[in-house]
């Protein structure tokens, strides 16, 4: 995933398919003799924007009973970055969790007043009502974690916290993703302040209940959390790992919810991470 080249572009800030077309890139796959055959479905929209698309792949012989689900959301500043960044270890994640059933999510993008927080909070909250409201299509069931990347994991934290309808996420994975908005603000590094400020409509002064319910770590209580896996590069220029990702995981130790935190000495915003570290 090229982070480094997705955040450079932040300072710029940067048609629904009818529903009954069939999908030219489904793949019936394989599966046991007389089971339920794996497959894989392109570009299966949740809305009515061209960005509101997702990929889907399903396993052999799911069930309802069995297959848990995992979501995957990009990163990108909420600005830019696409489903396809995932592509690359779709096939890792298939060997290492092969009866999950994977989720891939685009949703719409923020640019120039357009698209601004919280729609892509939204779009994600969407996107998971729909996968839910077709479980029995799919034949998944109601066990979902959330995976993401950077604006993602930002995401992927607000979904397993903030909701519990139609289903509650179990657990989450996070790839230095933000915590808290408003020191992301106060403290930009080497992610541009007025980028926040355009995406969240103001500043902590003069919007700041919008900082508050943009911030995963708004949530991190034992009433709301779930179990929590933070993955966070130590010299990260963006997503500074002690504001952000150590305080979330303080924050949901204290609160006593299961979470673990990996620091990778040496490492930044992932875009020199390899994809064995991946």
Known sequence: MKFKLIFSALIIFSLLLTSCEKNKNDDPGTGAA?????KTMSNIAYGTDPLQKMDIYLPANRSMATTKVMILIHG????????????????TLKKRIPDYAIFNLNYRLASFGVNLFPTQEMDIKAAIDFIYANRSSYLISDKYVAMGASAGGHLSLLQAYKYSSPVKIKAVVDFFGPTDMEDMYNNPGDFPAVTIALLLSGTPTTNPSMYQQSSPLTYATTATACPTIILQGELDPLVNAIRQSLALKTKLTNQGVTNQYVLYPGLHHGDDWSPATY
């Open 76 to 91: 990108g500043g909420w600005t830019i970055g696409d489903k396809a960044d995932f592509a690359m270890y779709m096939d």
């Open 34 to 38: 007389g089971g339920i055959p794996e």
